[in-house]
């Protein structure tokens, strides 16, 4: 199984950064896909970016150009580089971590890290 820890929410002003981090233990070698995804009060948990093994990233429109993902593997860490925030970015940002077990892919999420922007 894979285990996932997020760090790095808190608290900034609008237009401001953030850099989360999402760190992985476990079986790190079945890890596919990473991403982030996030969930304001209220509403669905939404995809912001994911980042395969390989590297290939992919973002939501809203996030483009603002957000960068990363990942280290020999850190078996992964980021989220958060800049030029908006209040609209206010949710709980989770990790989630596609790995294989056996013939399936199975899905890990982190605990979450609230990440708060005041305008």
């Known amino acids: 199984q894979v285990q996932l820890v997020e760090s790095g929410g808190g608290l900034v002003q609008a237009g401001g950064s953030l850099r989360l981090a999402c760190a992985a233990s476990?079986?790190?070698?079945?890890?596919?896909?990473l991403g982030w995804y996030r969930q304001a009060p209220g509403k669905q948990r939404d995809l912001v970016a994911t980042?395969?093994?390989?590297?290939?990233?992919n973002y939501a429109d809203s996030v483009k150009g603002r957000f960068t993902i990363s990942r280290d593997n020999a850190k078996n860490t992964m980021y989220l580089q958060m800049s030029s925030l908006k209040p609209d970015d206010t949710a709980v940002y989770y990790c989630?971590?596609?790995?294989?077990?056996?013939?399936?892919?199975?899905?890990?999420w982190g605990q979450g890290t609230q990440v708060t922007v005041s305008s």
């Open positions: 476990g079986n790190i070698l079945s890890i596919n896909t």
């Open positions: 989630r971590a596609i790995y294989r077990f056996g013939t399936s892919d199975l899905y890990s």
């Open positions: 980042i395969t093994s390989g590297g290939n990233t």
